[in-house]
T-cell receptor, first 114, second 112 residues
Framework: DAGVTQSPTHLIKTRGQHVTLRCSPISGHKSVSWYQQVLGQGPQFIFQYYEKEERGRGNFPDRFSARQFPNYSSELNVNALLLGDSALYLC?????????????FGQGTRLTVV | QKEVEQNSGPLSVPEGAIASLNCTYSDRGSQSFFWYRQYSGKSPELIMSIYSNGDKEDGRFTAQLNKASQYVSLLIRDSQPSDSATYLCAVIVSGSARQLTFGSGTQLTVLP
């Protein structure tokens, strides 16, 4: 079985541009979460989707948005990119939206804003 | 106070020794705890989950949970140089959207 797949793996954008990151969860998993990880820190929660509905949002500005499609894949969109948005963006897949549920990460998208 | 705290390290142990990694959390109602391993430049990899007080063993890894003291630990027996990585403690905080709240990670180096 394929694991969590993210695309692209690396991306360089200019300040002010828009970016779309994509994630396909593990087959059968209905929950997708997005995290941002800057160097030297643990991942920070951005969004969680389950059954195509937003179930949680972290402390990120409105420039960040996401959605989940009927096949449970997901997109993370970031508008008006800032230098501080440079980070590793991680997608996590889990089978359910409840406690005691393990989450598995994709390989991440390394975003560099110049 | 951070919700999940870990010693940032770096922690160095000789090959074959036991590595002990610790994590404390602030929310007493948390029920789900995870350890992830992250190699430099890679994404986090789940290595252990623990939900009940006590020990949980998986191969060379043992996770320990003490909810009364609000700490989780990870022991790595017979440490190998390939265990050199950053270890992230993650907690599902009660009342949240069931997202993972991470510590900042402990960098472990196993010396040959």
């Amino acid at each position: 079985d394929a694991g969590v797949t993210q695309s692209p793996t690396h991306l360089i954008k200019t300040r002010g541009q828009h970016v779309t990151l994509r994630c396909s969860p593990i087959s059968g998993h209905k929950s997708v979460s997005w995290y941002q990880q800057v160097l030297g820190q643990g991942p920070q929660f951005i969004f969680q989707y389950y059954e195509k509905e937003e179930r949680g949002r972290g402390n990120f500005p409105d420039r960040f948005s996401a959605r989940q499609f009927p096949n449970y894949s997901s997109e993370l969109n970031v508008n008006a990119l800032l230098l501080g948005d440079s980070a590793l963006y991680l997608c996590a897949s889990s089978s359910a939206h409840r406690d005691h549920t393990e989450a598995f990460f994709g390989q991440g998208t390394r975003l560099t804003v110049v | 106070q951070k919700e999940v705290e870990q010693n940032s390290g770096p922690l160095s142990v000789p090959e074959g020794a036991i590595a002990s990694l610790n994590c404390t959390y602030s929310d007493r109602g948390s029920q789900s705890f995870f350890w992830y391993r992250q190699y430099s430049g890679k994404s986090p990899e789940l290595i252990m989950s623990i939900y009940s007080n006590g020990d949980k063993e998986d191969g060379r890894f043992t996770a320990q949970l003490n909810k009364a003291s609000q700490y989780v630990s990870l022991l790595i027996r017979d440490s190998q140089p390939s265990d050199s990585a950053t270890y992230l403690c993650a907690v599902i905080v009660s009342g949240s959207a069931r997202q993972l709240t991470f510590g900042s990670g402990t960098q472990l180096t196993v010396l040959p």
